[in-house]
């Protein structure tokens, strides 16, 4: 017997009747709206979720400030439901805006269960799926850049803002005022649990909208929470928190490595049932874990234990959020990124602390921070009740712990010797839990910026851009004395557009009153995303195309454009340090000149002396620019010429817990050679290292990347999403492209020859060896023996930049079907050049492990 499919929200609109000449009646589109809600999910709505559909439904902005877990979400599909009745008849879209894709990819796989998947697009800059859809998730930033480009055309009738308390984050926020400023035409729903006083925000939305503004707020939590400090140490804080089934628990801490330690050490303790176990090996059956962090992951989830914070790879912690989603994950150790929306059943949240580093000093938690993490315990559908337990201080606790011991003999309680606080500790107390936690959130502050894109995007729309630019920067929620120096900035920033060729002056405005063009000839996706990109356009003028390290050059100038990957820069620097001292020694340099020495040992810097010379130049012209903010660094570089796969870099470097951290700046040069340098400055040998960068990014974590695209097949239209995301999971084999793939092999080899050059015969054979008696390889025997007879002949194997290019590599891929023959030749003193390595790839076996399976067969004479 078959069950009929629950009508989406599509054919419920279909049947309410849409008049000629106007809108559908709102009062029938409210009660088709409740009566699915109640038909479907089998609750009544809340007052607030009643009062503020109700507004919505009559065309009122709407600031929803309701605690988590109040049904904001339910809201917004009601939103997006009284929008959908007007596409037709407006071809105005809906847009829901989120500050992280995890949770847009959430939202839209939920609205498309709901609505259909036909109804719902998605863009998060990385991908596009069905973005003509009449609902349209995407991150903060993309609807922001469309209002920027497109103003009051755009075809926008209404914006969902999620997480609206991003408004304050000092880097982020301009992205939530932009569409506020941007799009009069549009409808309004801000949602948040903490968005603190919003006067401001009711007035102005009104002002620029025409509409009335209706705030939404007081209600009372349906799961109530309840508050305790602990002055227990954290081990039987979380012992109890078990055996009284207060599980599941996310222990907030407020640093990476504190989380992980926590974790592991949680270990020791038995969490889980054997029915969850086998649960969650059911559940991780097929998902691959690489070496070093995911070895580390996999060891814990498999005991109940998950670990989740910004150091880790996307599909790492989306693995996290999954099982926890399901229930299998007892505790979870992470830093606050949970707090970020992702609809994760806590039951308990444990704070280890009220203070954290802002990048700058340690300081007390904001209450808009401490309600935000503790709004994740208790979810409604899940819990009758959260807890939100607030550890005491670690020297506290042991001055409790010594003053029950001694009990209540006053003697003995004077001879107690009390801890003091380490050094440079910012105290924090019970009376601070208590302010705290009674604390209403702090009023929200603007953060508008001005930017090269921002300026971009506003020239590409119709009419007089530097009229839409002065009101932009006139008419926003800053103090006038900030709007003075935006304004000084926007219009150096449009001289150095004018100045690099990227913008031109029309002879004359156009029909529309535009003055300003972009050139026609920069490539498709062509941006500057980096603050200082217009001075990486200009030092690639000082670049010699015909160098055999341009490619490499190139990369190195927009990396010193890039934010500083801290801690990985700091890894290469103590890398360095350890490589220095160890000559030093050699060299018999005494310890106080070692010391001395090592101060000027860093990070590597190609291009330094020519960038700070060049950006010094630069700099008289663009006066305003830090004189800091240039950073020569090699990362892409140094994982290029070292010839790593990312495992071997993450590893060599020891930043497992900061494989994200990594990955994101990849992916932030991957788009930036993509989109900053000009096609007619790309070779294709620079070609050749942006698609290996690119699939550097895809192979590392492409968890979210490839169910989007996996949702643009046609033959998947209208599946289950489920469907989707199993047909997702499978990937893209590793082979699939060719360009990228060519480098891999090259980078493998080249890796070889350098071992080869060194004559490191034991780890060539931990390469090479067979895999079985027999098989093709060669062990380290066979390479002493291979270069005894290669070093007979000549002194020394080349390793400059033309030995490793790519006319020293040599491809046959029509030998055997599913192989690759392939030859490095070997750059001899002589210049003969008959000299080869030969290697195997196996191209069904890459596929099926993810990573190249190569293995070098030979090492002679071409004859």
Known sequence: MTTTPPPTLADVLDEIPAPADGPRDPDDLFAAFVDWVVASKGVEPYPHQEEALLELVTGSNVILATPTGSGKSLVAMGAHFFSLAEFARTGRRTYYTAPIKALVSERFFDLCATFGAQNVGMLTGDAAVNAGAPIVCCTA?????????????????????????????????????????????????????????????????????GRDTAVVAGAERPVPLSFSYALTPLHETLEELLTTHQAPVYVVHFTQAAALEQAQALMSINVCTKDEKAQILAELRGFRFATGFGQTLQRLVKHGIGVHHAGMLPKYRRLVETLAQKGLLKVICGTDTLGVGINVPIRTVVLTGLTKFDGTKQRLLKSREFHQIAGRAGRAGFDTSGSVVVQAPEHVIENHKALLKAGDDEKKRRKVQRKKPPEGFVNWSEDTFDRVRDAEPEAMVSRMRVSHAMILNMIQRDGDAVAAVRRLLTDNHDPRRQQTRLQKQAIEILRTLLDTGVVERL?????????????????????????????????????????????????????????????????????????????????????????????????????????????????????????????????????????MTFGEFVAFYELTRAEGIVLRYLSDAYKAMRQTVPDAMKTDELDDLIEWLGEIVRQTD??????????????????????????????????????????????????????????????????????????????????????????????????????????????????????????????????????????????????????????????????
């Open 141 to 209: 930033e993309v609807l922001a850049n469309i209002a920027l480009r497109e103003g009051t055309s755009a075809p926008i009738g209404q914006v969902v803002m999620d997480e609206f308390h991003f408004y304050s984050e000092p880097d982020r926020g301009w992205a939530w005022q932009v569409p506020l400023l941007e799009l009069p035409q549009a409808q309004f729903l801000l949602m948040s649990a903490t968005l603190g006083d919003v006067s401001m925000f009711e007035e102005d939305l009104t002002r620029r909208t």
């Open 507 to 643: 002879p004359e405005p156009d029909e529309t009153g535009r003055s300003l063009r972009v050139v026609e000839d920069l490539q498709r996706g062509f941006a500057l995303n980096q603050p200082l990109s217009p001075f990486a356009l200009a030092a690639l003028e000082l670049l010699d195309l015909e160098d055999p390290l341009y490619a490499l050059d190139v990369l190195s100038v927009i990396e010193s454009t890039l934010d500083d990957p801290r801690p990985v820069l700091r890894a290469q620097q103590f890398k360095a340090r350890g490589e220095a001292v160890a000559e030093m020694k050699a060299d018999g340099i005494e310890y106080e000149e070692r010391m001395e020495l090592l101060e000027d040992v860093s990070w590597p810097r190609p291009l330094e002396e020519l960038l700070e010379a060049a950006y010094e130049t630069y700099r008289q012209t663009h006066p305003w620019l830090d004189p800091d903010a240039l950073s020569p660094k090699s990362v892409v570089r140094d994982l290029y010429e070292r010839a």
């Open 702 to 863: 492409s968890s979210l990347l490839d169910e989007w695209e996996t949702l643009t097949d046609p033959d998947l239209a209208n599946k289950d999403i489920e469907e989707v995301r199993a047909r997702a999971a499978e990937g893209r084999p590793f082979t699939a492209n060719v360009r990228a793939l060519r480098v891999l092999v090259r980078n493998a080899l080249w890796q070889r020859v350098e071992l080869a050059a060194r004559n490191r015969v034991d780890a060539l054979g931990d390469l090479d060896a067979p895999a079985t008696p027999g098989a093709p390889g060669m062990d380290a025997d066979d390479w002493a023996d291979a270069l005894d007879e290669y070093f007979e002949e000549h002194d020394e194997i080349g390793l400059g930049p033309d030995a490793r290019g790519p006319a020293m590599f040599v491809v046959d891929d029509r030998s055997e079907p599913g192989y690759w023959i392939v030859q490095q030749i070997i750059a001899d003193p002589a210049g003969d050049h008959d000299w080869r390595l030969w290697a195997e790839v196996d191209l069904d076996a890459s596929d099926e492990a993810g990573e190249l399976v190569m293995r070098v067969t030979d090492l002679g004479r071409l004859d």
